[in-house]
């Protein structure tokens, strides 16, 4: 969503230089069967039957590294998202809005590694860099759906916590589960309505030329940059809607912190200032993971687009889809309390008879 403002600005000479080396390292990689267009262009085109994902372009040396890196963060965020799943739902005791909206978060963060790593993993290490034209687009959309659903939950989980500590005597009669599930599907009938016109209107762009992809998934504009129509339609979409959905929710999420930290800082004891700041210690935490790294991916190939090499920019893009899945569990483990001893007590307690498990 991010590469569409890139592309606005500044892309169109440093896309010949990027696509031309691929094509002619690629060249002979080509889908042998493409299925032709209908009539929505003057002229015909073929859609590939295969993309080519090129991975990491220059770091061909570091991809078994990359390989057993990813598998491992996948490892981490697979059992970690999963652990705090299944300690939520099988404790009564966890039944704040809070939790739930948590147990979403790491639903959504398995989506989002299990849309983009088997893959990475798969280019790195067997070379195995084809996916197809139904998969490629399946992957973009599931991609940029949980990107926006999870922008969302940080907004909810913002308010949660703006609730909890500037309203607390209403906490239980304003977040209800009926306002919880509401917004719940609100959050995510944003993310499909916002999501399904981009991935269509990409999926219908006449790509008669290079069918490999300069990156190691299916990002929006790496692929809408190899289509043979212009593509500013569907950047310009991006563009506006990830603008609002973005914009809204960081707006209502720093006004909600500037909310709490009015009513911490208004307390008369300093125990109970601590303990308001770190219940939200963990909310803002993740957070910062999941916005800077995307800032920092938007700012390196805006304005070092030139300077920085393709593999920084790709590599970044590729990390920030796989640390907040790997880091939210290990956050929120560490620092929720209720959390922390559920998960110590179902890992721990089956084995041992001592004192810890009552």
Not at 134 to 153: D, I, K, N, P
Not at 198 to 208: K, Q, R, Y
Not at 211 to 236: I, N, Q, R, T, W
Request: charged share 10%; with cysteine.
């Amino acid at each position: 969503m991010y590469g569409c403002l890139l592309y606005i600005i500044l892309h169109q000479c440093h896309r010949v230089k990027q696509i031309y080396f691929y094509t002619t390292f690629y060249i002979n990689r080509k889908a042998a069967s493409p299925v032709m267009l209908g009539p929505p262009h003057n002229h015909s085109m073929e859609t590939p039957a295969t993309f080519f994902l090129v991975g990491i372009p220059g770091l061909q040396s570091s991809y078994l590294w990359l390989a057993i890196s990813l598998s491992a963060m996948y490892t981490i965020a697979l059992l970690g998202n999963s652990l705090i799943m299944t300690v939520i739902c099988m404790d009564s005791t966890l039944r704040e809005p809070m939790f739930g909206f948590l147990c979403v978060l790491a639903a959504v963060g398995i989506v989002m590694a299990s849309s983009v790593v088997p893959k990475m993993v798969s280019i790195f290490s067997s070379g195995h860099s084809s996916i197809s034209f139904s998969a490629c687009f399946t992957q973009m959309y599931f991609v940029h759906a949980a990107t926006a659903v999870e922008t969302g939950l940080l907004l909810a989980m913002a308010l949660d916590r703006y609730v909890a500590i500037c309203k607390p005597l209403h906490y239980k009669s304003i977040l209800t589960p009926r306002v919880m599930l509401g917004m719940s599907a609100t959050i995510t009938i944003r993310a499909v309505i916002s999501m399904t016109p981009l991935s269509w209107m990409v999926s219908h762009l006449p790509f008669c030329g290079s069918h490999v992809v300069p990156h190691s998934y299916c990002e929006h504009m790496a692929v809408a940059k190899l289509a043979c129509a212009d593509p500013m339609p569907s950047c310009f979409y991006s563009l506006i809607s990830s603008s609002i959905i973005v914009g809204f929710d960081v707006t209502f999420i720093a006004a909600s912190y500037i909310l709490i930290l009015r009513a911490v800082f208004g307390l008369s004891s300093k125990n109970a200032q601590w303990k308001a700041l770190s219940t939200c210690g963990s909310h803002v935490g993740v957070m910062a993971l999941y916005y800077l790294p995307g800032m920092v991916s938007v700012y390196v190939s805006w304005l070092g687009q030139d300077s920085v090499p393709l593999h920084t920019q790709v590599l970044l893009a590729d990390l920030y889809l796989v640390f907040p899945p790997t880091l939210n569990p290990l956050i929120y483990g560490l620092r929720t309390k209720q959390i922390r001893e559920r998960i110590w007590s179902l890992l721990i307690c089956p084995f041992h008879n001592s004192s810890l498990c009552s």
